[in-house]
């Protein structure tokens, strides 16, 4: 047979080829050195990978805990921009915690090709689903500033600004629909928020200077 | 090692490399999940090994005899 496609590869690495189909490009993979060089590293790495140890994060979940529950008092512009701030703040820390380059709470003997996609820790999701919502509502906060800065806008500007975030909005609720629990994809939303925010931020930024 | 390794990488290149190996992602869905096109899911992916590979190269060598 001609030389198996990386996919190919991949995948008897990581389990997910049919009986035939493996037999097949093992067979191959003996009489190859440059298919069995990669091979051998595909497998390597998956080993490393799925072998890391579960990340410690209980220690970090007050802090966590704590910023995204901060109360908001300040009711000025400063205060709307340290919403956004402290949010991404709140976001680092999940960040940290979540991804901080270790497992997810989820390692599990692999049973199968297919991990476990949703056996997320509670307080994992607990910190998604808090940071998630605080960036919601830092958004509707900054949406209504500038719903309130919108009229004074140059008209060609405001309508691109528009398109930015309409955009900006498609593809968060594309990530989102698609997300469910896992993990990186959460944050991979978490992500998308972050880059929203700062869209909004700038926008309002802008919009200050130009009509004081 | 590893984490160090993994630590270096693009946040995103990460994420794409640790849903297609740890979580068995396919490469369309990754691409759905991130927003990429298929081809840059590819990207991503054989530039995040070649950074881990680089990295880890004794150590994987080592795992892969």
């Known amino acids: 047979m001609t030389h198996p496609t990386l996919e190919e590869l991949e995948a008897v690495a990581l389990g997910q080829s049919g009986d035939a189909g493996a037999a097949e490009i093992e067979g191959h993979v003996k009489g190859c050195t440059d298919c069995s060089r990669e091979l051998a590293w595909l497998r390597a790495e998956r080993t490393l990978l799925r072998g890391r140890p579960p990340l410690q994060t209980t220690h970090l979940w007050p802090g966590v805990a704590a910023r995204l529950e901060h109360p908001r008092r300040r009711p000025r512009w400063a205060w709307r921009i340290a919403v956004a701030s402290g949010v991404g703040a709140a976001a680092a820390a999940v960040l940290l915690a979540v991804l901080r380059p270790g497992p997810l709470p989820v390692a599990q003997p692999q049973q199968s090709a297919r991990r476990e996609r949703s056996a997320i820790d509670p307080k994992t999701l607990a910190a998604l689903d808090r940071a998630e919502a605080d960036y919601r509502n830092a958004a509707k906060v900054l949406e209504g500033e500038y719903d309130r800065l919108r009229p004074r806008l140059d008209p060609e500007l405001a309508r691109r600004w528009d398109e930015t975030l309409t955009r900006a909005r498609a593809q968060l609720g594309e990530s989102r629909a698609v997300a469910a629990d896992d993990v990186n994809v959460r944050m991979r939303v978490l992500d998308g928020y972050a880059g929203y925010l700062r869209s909004l931020r700038d926008l309002l930024q802008e919009s200050e200077e130009a009509n004081p | ?65």
């Open chain 2, 1 to 65: 090692m590893l984490d160090g390794a993994l630590a270096d990488l693009d946040h995103e290149r990460r994420s794409a490399l640790l849903m297609r190996i740890d979580h068995g992602l396919g490469y369309g869905e990754i691409a759905e999940a991130m927003g990429w096109s298929l081809q840059k899911v590819k990207n991503e992916i054989h530039r995040a090994r070649l950074q881990l590979r680089a990295r880890l190269a004794g150590y994987l060598e080592e795992g892969a005899r």
